[in-house]
């Protein structure tokens, strides 16, 4: 008898506790709920609770304050008796005093320092809004709530190096500036740049060098001026000494043996117009580049009735591949794009055609 009333009195104690338990967890559910809902993640763990709700509200806080404690962790974390977020402040207190030069070096020395943060990428969920230290990218932070590891990890670096495009534009050092902005759109999942850049600055980045010769050019061959911009730009970024690992050579590219057959065809049709016979170094002087590119140009645009996807595929890889990628396009009923057969072509036309673009708005 005394032993079934023991076994009566432990029941009721440990129901108490079941219920004192389940009471306070309710509790904890209600706060979470308010700043959390269930369905923005799944976690699969064993249930603890009775309630699948609550199950997933307890669990995904958990996670997410961890995972926000090892980010800010992270970036806080020394190296070389530094942390990122220093080097990141010593570098904008030079940009903020208008010291572009020493700017764009401690930017430069902070990217370098972005290994530091790799283990970023191997976080699941950040909770962007939640993390402190996550200010310097304000700017370029997206709209949603919850972005994966590997996401902010590319948004920093994309932070970097528009803080590098940003002094590299004061200083007015436009070769190595370009170089930076083709690798930031690449990732600019969030597309944030253009939000980033003022008009002023955009003419800048997009800018029309040599326009006065340029300008008589394109009318003497109908060649649209925004399209020679944007092939000067993404060939060269309008470096006039430019050579290729290939041979071709000056502001648009061209090789010597072509230019050699452009410049007799030239000669022909415009008399008068070379004061002197072909010479390779002509080719570092930017009016003759120029007018052998255009020239070139106006014939590729004859020859595919002014389709650019066609011409400046055929700049690039000359017209006999864009033959076989036509008739690969019209065969299988396919975007010509998804047809062209060299990477670094499919990447230069993307390149020209998305420049192009930009030139039509910005100045059109």
């Known amino acids: 008898m005394k032993f079934v009333l023991k076994f009566i009195l432990c029941l009721s104690l440990i129901n108490c506790g079941f219920f004192y338990l389940a009471k306070k967890s309710n509790s904890l559910e209600n706060q979470l709920l308010k ?10 763990t064993p249930l603890k609770f009775e309630n699948p709700q609550q199950q997933f509200t307890v669990e995904k806080e958990i996670i997410t304050k961890k995972i926000n ?4 962790h992270i970036l806080s974390k ?10 990141l402040n010593d570098a904008e207190v030079f940009f903020q005093k208008d010291k572009f030069q020493a700017a764009e070096m401690a930017y430069s020395k902070v990217f370098s320092s972005l290994y530091t943060l790799q283990k970023i990428q191997d976080l699941s969920r950040v909770d962007i809004g939640k993390i402190e230290k996550l200010s310097f990218v304000k700017t370029y932070l997206p709209t949603t709530k919850f972005i994966t590891g590997a996401q902010l990890y590319r948004l920093i670096k994309l932070q970097i190096l528009m803080k590098r495009v940003d002094c590299l534009i004061r200083l007015k050092r436009l070769h190595k500036m370009f170089f930076l902005l083709n690798l930031s759109y690449k990732l600019d999942e969030f597309s944030v740049i253009e939000k980033h850049f003022q008009q002023k600055q955009l003419f800048l980045l997009y800018p029309r060098p040599y326009y006065t010769i340029i300008e008589k050019i394109s009318k003497k061959f109908d060649v649209d001026i925004g399209l020679i911009y944007a092939i000067m730009r993404e060939e060269t970024h309008f470096n006039e000494r430019a050579k290729s690992h290939a041979g071709a050579l000056g502001l648009m590219q061209l090789m ?10 030239i000669s022909i049709k415009f008399p008068g117009l070379f004061k002197s016979k072909f010479n390779t170094s002509d080719l570092f002087r930017f009016e003759l ?18 389709q650019l996807q066609y011409m400046v595929a ?9 033959k076989r990628w036509k008739k690969c396009s019209n065969t299988r009923n396919t975007l010509f794009e998804d047809c062209v057969g060299y990477k670094e072509t499919s990447s230069y036309l993307e390149r020209v055609l998305g420049s192009y673009q930009y030139y039509q708005k910005i100045y059109n």
């Open 78 to 87: 020394k190296s070389d008796k530094v942390s990122f977020i220093s080097r």
């Open 314 to 322: 055929a700049y690039n890889a000359g017209p006999a591949p864009v």
């Open 289 to 306: 580049n120029i007018i052998y590119g255009v020239y070139y140009l106006s014939k590729l645009k004859k020859r595919y009735k002014g």
């Open 35 to 44: 700043t959390i809902t269930a369905d923005e993640f799944n976690i699969f």
């Open 69 to 72: 404690y090892q980010v800010n």
């Open 256 to 265: 010597p043996k072509t230019a050699k057959e452009l410049h007799h065809e």
